[in-house]
């Protein structure tokens, strides 16, 4: 009988240590800041907003760390991005890595602060839009399409032809709408006024340093500093508790999901 109880005992304790290291890094009591990254090429915001929102509703975590190392990515995503960490209603701060430009660093303008290393890569704000066209090479090989169409404009950045110059116009009109966009989100974060903003927002590439002195960044440091910047803006004195969100998906998801996002025709991208 004794001899149950202990290895009832025993096994409790085990599943005791099991639960501890699965949840164990998730779970802190009092003040604590919440961290969540932004990595690679911006595709989706999904998983970003999802973390943002455990942030949101965590009363233990008084303020976040959005930590950035991105060159940029697909419009729409980082203005979902930047529009939940404005609603987070919790201190913000960003921490620039190796990389936080166009897209990157349009996330980052959602923040109350901005942190940089010395020799990040940011800026880079514009808008750029893409579109191969064959049309060449589809004549030499002796392929013609078919092409039916409502309207004049609805095959518009078509690969298998020349555009025309009434197109170009068109497109070009959207670029700089969403360019505009870009730049208001600029004055809004960073508080600058618009000519300012309009100097430097030519798709130049900076450094970290550069981007202190013409105020697109607050301060220069690491990671660190941040959490420690976002501690203070959160009343917390001292090294806080950091709640770290991570989930990586498998592999063959991740490119699953990349290959069907890149079927898209006509894209519009911060990088």
């Known amino acids: 009988m004794k001899r149950c109880v202990w290895i009832s005992i025993s096994i409790f304790i085990v599943l005791l240590f099991i639960l501890f290291a699965i949840f164990g890094k998730r779970t802190t009591f009092g003040k604590s800041i919440g961290l969540v990254e932004v990595k690679g090429i911006i595709k989706s915001s999904e998983e970003v907003i999802k973390n943002l929102n455990k942030c949101k509703k965590n009363p233990n975590i008084r303020a976040v760390v959005i930590s950035i190392n991105s060159p940029g990515g697909t419009v729409v995503p980082c203005q979902e991005m930047y529009k939940a960490i404005k609603e987070l209603q919790k201190p913000t701060v ?15 303008c959602a ?21 191969p066209n064959v ?9 013609k399409f078919n092409v039916i169409k409502s309207k004049p404009h609805k095959d518009i950045g078509s690969p298998y032809r020349e555009m025309t110059p009434g197109e170009k116009q068109l ?21 600058l006024p618009r000519n300012k903003v309009l100097e430097i927002a030519d798709g130049r590439i900076l450094s970290g340093r550069q981007a202190l002195k013409l105020g697109l960044v607050d301060t220069l440091g690491t990671l660190h500093d941040a959490k420690l910047i976002a501690g203070a803006l959160a009343g917390i004195p001292g090294e806080p508790k950091i709640i770290t969100f991570r989930r990586p998906r498998p592999l063959l998801t991740r490119l699953l999901k990349g290959i069907i996002e890149e079927k898209q025709e006509i894209k519009l991208e911060y990088r």
């Open 94 to 108: 960003a921490s620039l890595g190796i990389s936080a430009a166009s897209g990157g660093y349009y996330v980052a």
């Open 135 to 143: 049309a060449e090479l589809i004549k030499k090989l002796g392929v």
């Open 111 to 131: 923040c109350d602060r901005i942190v940089s290393n010395p020799g990040t890569m940011t800026g880079s704000i514009g808008v750029i839009m893409e579109l």
């Open 171 to 191: 497109l070009k009109g959207v670029v700089d709408d969403v360019y505009n966009q870009f730049v208001d989100a600029v004055i809004e974060g960073r508080k």
